[in-house]
């Protein structure tokens, strides 16, 4: 079992930036690729970006793609997302997931999801 918590969303203007952190507990999660997802108000859970536990190689939706940073702190049991450039169709709720498949971008393939922290991107 691995437990993951969300923290660091919160009010932030457009053009802003935010950093959230993700910390894990329970089982290592060495093995797993540790991603983010995010659910904008009314629509469906949309992947954000993944680390690789392979090769820590990093994947991007292309949405996010040169605004959002995704790092990996394996001693910490920590994964953070730097969010720059922020736009208001950023606004959702994120979640860290971690998946046993190495690179997952797709929702159902996460095996544990964290509860989530509201990011809001006023104009």
């Known amino acids: 079992q691995v437990t993951l918590v969300e923290s660091g969303g919160g009010l932030v203007q457009a053009g802003g930036s935010l950093r959230l952190s993700c910390a894990a507990s329970?089982?290592?999660?060495?093995?797993?690729?540790m991603g983010w997802f995010r659910q904008p108000p009314g629509m469906e859970r949309e992947f954000v970006g993944v680390?690789?536990?392979?090769?820590?190689?990093?994947y991007y939706a292309d949405s996010v793609k040169g605004r959002f940073t995704i790092s990996r702190d394996n001693a910490k049991n920590t994964v953070d997302l730097q969010m720059n450039s922020l736009k208001p169709e950023d606004t959702a709720v994120y979640y860290c997931?971690?998946?046993?498949?190495?690179?997952?971008?797709?929702?159902?393939?996460?095996?544990?999801w964290g509860k989530g922290t509201l990011v809001t991107v006023s104009s």
């Open positions: 680390r690789s536990w392979a090769d820590g190689s990093t």
């Open positions: 329970g089982r290592t999660f060495s093995g797993y690729a």
């Open positions: 997931a971690a998946s046993l498949v190495d690179g997952n971008r797709d929702r159902h393939w996460v095996n544990y």
